[in-house]
């Protein structure tokens, strides 16, 4: 290829513009399905709706300039038409402003990230296709002439966070080349788009900004912090990021009395100082005042509900409980798995956090004696938070659960999970047909490792599909339809509804019924794949459970591809050892007493590669093998041995299942 430098033929260009939309739209090179189909979004450029497309396997391509060019418009394409899809139940963007304003600040305002500080204009998107495209393909297409509108605009240093999430491999061209679509019409900086749109975690962000250019982190400042105002004038600080590992701090005053305080309200965090910009600190005192206003004004009524989500959130809490009691109410907030009493106020506070709660969720507050379900988010350390909200009579009135869920948790790469032999499980779900079940009770992790599957598939190339009652998370790139029994759009019709319009990928909520399951089988028999999760506690069970759905095993038998159970077990916290001290003999700061940091899975997993596996787990079923696969008991005893986990939880999982195991390891 070296030496022909002067005449390509066309089959080479073929070659190189084939590798180019490889790299683009994945290595099929097959185009959406339904492009066409979905309007366009409104707001969506021109060029997109009238480019040509030429057909990729006629492959007459006049030159590479019109090649590429009409393949990184046809991979927008792919993602309008995955991103327009309607969302049922979804509250629009505004809706989610007004919810959020009156208790927060205005984030993009005090933000000063750099990620796109250039400008609009710094870097076309297209450059940063091409860029991605030299940096990564091994042989540079270099003696064609780079298309001149590529050329325009600035060097690779102008966008060296995109770059640097490109080279580390967690995003991909396509995501780039969107984000920055996406950037030109709303003028966010990029790294802020990518964070919601769940294609990086903020500490991802914050982690690539510290690569790329660390001084500019102190130009960041948070929207929120525990530190009370009085303590940040008086030490001069400024609190400029805040993620998973650690915290970014400016000072004027003394750096071991900052660090002292920092630590008192940010236990087992990093600090690190950042230079102090003079600049910045009045707007940032400005706006913490303003938000400490909003969370410390005493008893009104608007505030309860606000700081008791705030100290919910910010905690790690996964749901709050608000529980009529006749004359009083209490309020629980469950922190790794467990309630803990949190708040108890008068009967008529509780009635207007409780029509407050249901008015955001946008629930009929006049209807109290009825169960009811909704959401709305709030925006929280630079993103946004879902709140679910389920209300239900009791007989001493309405319960209300806000069920919270941090998009960041949800965001976890699936193989951080904890899922002990989690190839298996990808594998399942690396085909591209068929059925795969996700087993466990209620508040088993199900809907984490649900969500970190889909986020684990590639949303710009698929098309994903979700049913879900009701939406619980939203997930850029994937069609996510909520399920109205009310209003007769029940799961069947939703499905029906969504199998026309020709997904990769289905994933359902919980399969409950005959008609669902015979729907799913249906489904996954037509080549689609299916994700779905059922209310059972191991592989043999979810085929009793199956077969009771009126599921025949022959039905089965083409189309099985996976079964993963699952519980969550508290983890014995690593820094002391569940011993709840540190070496000075204090609280440890870590676990504060409790012991544990946090829950882990524990699973069985099986893949089916044909119909001989299958028929193998029937065997087993029959009690005519052995199961082929590590069982959920076994797995927590071997996170025991492990340390990671102790005998309590043990018990508490699985008490005397796992007597067995553990007497034999003795
Ligand atoms: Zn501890």
């Known amino acids: 290829m070296e030496q022909n430098t002067t005449t390509p033929k066309n089959a080479e ?39 040509h497309m030429p057909d990729p396997d006629t492959g007459l391509f006049s030159d590479l300039e019109e090649g590429l060019d009409a393949a990184v418009k046809e991979s927008i394409r792919i993602e309008v038409d995955v991103t327009v899809e309607p969302f049922l139940d979804i509250p629009s963007s505004e809706t989610t402003r007004v919810d959020s304003s009156d208790s927060d600040t205005d984030l993009t305002a005090n933000v000063e990230a750099f990620e796109g500080d250039e400008g609009k204009e710094e870097s076309t998107a297209a450059e940063m296709i091409v860029d991605a495209i030299e940096t990564a393909t091994p042989e540079k297409p270099s003696r064609f002439k780079q298309p001149t509108q590529f050329r325009r605009g600035k060097s690779i240093s102008h966008h060296r966070l995109g770059i640097n999430l490109l080279e580390k491999g967690l995003i991909t ?68 990021t805040i993620h998973d590992d650690g915290i970014f701090v400016a000072t004027m005053g003394d750096e071991r009395m900052v660090r002292r305080i920092v630590a008192e309200y940010y236990p087992g965090k990093k600090i690190t100082f950042v230079p102090f910009s003079p600049t910045k600190f009045a707007p940032f005192i400005a706006n913490m005042r303003k938000s400490s206003d909003a969370v410390d004004t005493v008893a009104t009524k608007e505030t309860v509900l606000d700081r008791l989500i705030f100290r919910a959130v910010s905690t790690g809490g996964s749901d709050l409980h608000f529980i009529p009691r006749g004359k009083s109410y209490s309020v629980y907030l469950r922190v790794n798995g467990l309630l803990e009493h949190e708040h108890e106020g008068p009967m008529d506070e509780f009635l207007a956090v409780a029509a407050q709660a249901k008015n955001r969720a946008r629930l009929d507050s006049s209807k109290k004696h ?5 959401s709305f988010q709030i925006e929280f350390n630079r993103k946004m938070v879902d709140l679910r909200v389920s209300a239900s009579p009791n007989i001493e009135g309405e319960c209300i659960v806000i069920r919270i869920q941090d998009p960041e948790s949800i965001n976890k790469n699936i193989n951080h999970l904890g899922i002990t032999r989690i190839g298996k499980w990808t594998q399942a779900t690396s085909r591209r047909g068929g059925l795969c079940l996700l087993t466990g009770g209620t508040g088993t992790g199900k809907t984490t490792t649900m969500y970190s599957t889909i986020m684990s598939f590639d949303r710009q190339s698929k098309k994903i599909i979700t049913i879900e009652n009701p939406v619980e998370v939203r997930i850029a790139g994937v069609s996510q339809v909520a399920v109205n029994e009310a209003t007769g759009f029940d799961f069947n019709k939703a499905l029906e509804a969504q199998l026309t319009q020709d997904p990769d990928v289905i994933a359902v909520g919980e399969v409950k019924n005959e008609e669902t399951a015979r729907t799913i089988v249906r489904a996954a028999t037509s080549g689609h794949l299916v994700l779905g999760t059922l209310h059972t506690g191991s592989i043999s069970e979810t085929l009793d459970r199956l077969m009771g759905l009126g599921i025949k095993d022959h039905e089965l038998r083409y189309i099985l ?12 916290c690593k820094k002391c050892h569940g011993t709840c001290v540190d070496h000075e003999g204090f609280t440890c700061a870590e676990c504060l007493g409790d012991g544990y940091d946090g829950r ?47 005998e309590q939880e043990l018990d508490r999982l699985f008490g005397a299942a796992a007597r067995p195991y553990l007497e034999r390891a003795a």
């Open 13 to 51: 260009r073929k070659g190189v513009l084939s590798r180019i939309r490889e790299r683009l739209l994945g290595p099929t090179g097959k185009t959406s399905p339904d492009a066409g189909k979905t309007q366009a979004e409104p707001q969506a450029p021109l060029e997109m709706q009238s480019g």
């Open 173 to 240: 061209p396509q995501v780039l080349y969107a984000a920055s679509k996406e950037q030109e019409v709303t003028g966010e900086k990029l790294g802020q788009i990518l964070v919601q749109n769940q294609y990086l975690s903020n500490s991802e962000r914050v982690q690539a900004i510290l690569e790329v250019s660390a001084e500019r982190i102190a130009q960041e400042t948070v929207s929120k912090t525990k530190i009370p105002v009085e303590k940040l004038i008086e030490h001069k600080i400024i609190i400029s």
């Open 370 to 374: 009825a169960p009811q379900n909704g």
């Open 561 to 572: 591809r996976g079964i993963m159970s699952q519980d969550l077990i508290r983890t014995v």
């Open 600 to 646: 882990t899975l524990v699973s069985e997993v099986e893949y089916f590669h044909d119909h001989n596996d299958v028929d193998r787990l029937f065997a087993v079923r029959e009690g005519n093998a052995q199961p082929t696969w590590e069982t959920i008991v076994e797995d927590a005893v071997n996170k025991y041995r492990q340390g990671i986990t102790n």
